[in-house]
C-alpha cells in the first residue's frame, strides 16, 4: 500500500506533493523551484474547488491558447488578462512599498512613449487643440517636506477622443499630449493640457469577450499618467483621476487609489483663462497636484520589512 508520505505515484489527495515531489533541489534553481512549487499547490487547490469538467478545462486551455494568438509586437494579451483580473496592480503594489506619506504607484500602462519632448514649465502638451482646457501644477517634495529642485515630471494622457498619439498615427499630431517638465528651484512644475477622459482597452480579443461574459465593461477611468524621477529618490509612475468620471469606483483594470484622485477647480471669464494661457476659451480648469517622493534608501528598507 502506498504510504502518505509516499509521493512517487498519483493520487487526488496528495496530487499537488507528487508533482513537487519531482523538482530535484539540488538541480533546480531556488528561487524557480519555490515559485513553481507553489504555483502547482495553488493550481491544484483551485482545480479541486472548482472541480472542472473536461469540456470546461479545455475551454480554458482554448481561451488561452487564443489569448497567445492574439498576441503581438505591438499587443500583449496576456498582461490585459493580468490587468482585468487585478494581477498587475498587484504586483505593482508589492514592489512599490513606500514610506508613509510618499506619492502612491499605479500601473504604467501599454502607451507610454520614452524620451518626450522637455518643455518649459507653463507649455502645453494638447497639440490638436481638442477638450476642455487645464492647468495643471505642484511641488514635488521628499517625504520631510523639501521641495525637490530639478525633478522631471514625464506626463502623456489620451486626447479628447480618447486615444493616445500612438494609437492614431497620422491622425494625430507627433507626441501629442505628452510632455516632460523639471521641477524649478521652489520644487514647483506646471503645464496646461485638456481635462483627462475615460477610454476602452482593447476588447476586441479573448479577453474583452471574457469581460462581457462576466458582465463587466472595459473602460479605463479618466486620468493624466505622470512619472516623476529625481536623483536620489524612488522613481514614482502613477496617475492623477478626475473625480467626476463615472468610472471612477469601477476602473477596468483596478489602477485607481483614493489617495491619486484630484480635485479640478473651474474658473469662469475668458480674462483669466487668458491670464493662464488659454485664449479664447471661456473657461478652465485647475489641478494642484504635490508629488512626494521617497529617498532610495527608505524605499529599500519598506522592501526588506514588506
Not at 254 to 272: A, I, N, Y
Amino acid at each position: 500500500m502506498t504510504k502518505p508520505t509516499d509521493f512517487a505515484y498519483f493520487s487526488e489527495e496528495h496530487s499537488a506533493e507528487v508533482v513537487n515531489a519531482r523538482i530535484d533541489a539540488e538541480v533546480a534553481d531556488p528561487r524557480l523551484a519555490s515559485v513553481a512549487a507553489s504555483l502547482t499547490r495553488h493550481l491544484h487547490a483551485f482545480i479541486k474547488e472548482v472541480e472542472p469538467s473536461h469540456e470546461e478545462w479545455l475551454a480554458g486551455i482554448r481561451f488561452l491558447t487564443e489569448t497567445g494568438h492574439m498576441s503581438s509586437e505591438w499587443r500583449q494579451e496576456f498582461i490585459l488578462l493580468s490587468d482585468i483580473l487585478g494581477v498587475s496592480m498587484l504586483v505593482d503594489a508589492i514592489n512599490s512599498r513606500r514610506p508613509s506619506g510618499a506619492t502612491e504607484n499605479t500601473i504604467l500602462g501599454p502607451f507610454y512613449v520614452k524620451n518626450p519632448p522637455t518643455l518649459p514649465n507653463g507649455s502645453t502638451i494638447c497639440q490638436d487643440g481638442k477638450g476642455e482646457p487645464c492647468l495643471v501644477h505642484g511641488v514635488v517634495r521628499d517625504t520631510d517636506g523639501k521641495p525637490i529642485a530639478g525633478a522631471l515630471v514625464d506626463v502623456w494622457q489620451t486626447n479628447d477622443d480618447g486615444f493616445y498619439d500612438v494609437q492614431q498615427k497620422n491622425v494625430q499630431p507627433e507626441m501629442n499630449m505628452r510632455g516632460a517638465f523639471r521641477t524649478d528651484a521652489a520644487g514647483c512644475y506646471s503645464f496646461r493640457t485638456a481635462k483627462p477622459r475615460y477610454y476602452p482597452i482593447p476588447a476586441d480579443g479573448p479577453v474583452g469577450q471574457l469581460l462581457g461574459r462576466l458582465g463587466r465593461h472595459p473602460n479605463r477611468a479618466a486620468h493624466i499618467h505622470a512619472i516623476i524621477s529625481a536623483d536620489g529618490y524612488d522613481t514614482v509612475i502613477t496617475h492623477i483621476f478626475e473625480p467626476g468620471c463615472r468610472f471612477l469606483r469601477e476602473d477596468a483594470v483596478f489602477g485607481v487609489k483614493e489617495s491619486l484622485v484630484g480635485t479640478f477647480v473651474r474658473h469662469d471669464g475668458p480674462e483669466l483663462a487668458a491670464t493662464n494661457g488659454f485664449d479664447g476659451a471661456a473657461s478652465y480648469l485647475e489641478v494642484e497636484v504635490d508629488f512626494v517622493l521617497a529617498t532610495a534608501s527608505g524605499r529599500s528598507a519598506m522592501v526588506h520589512q514588506g
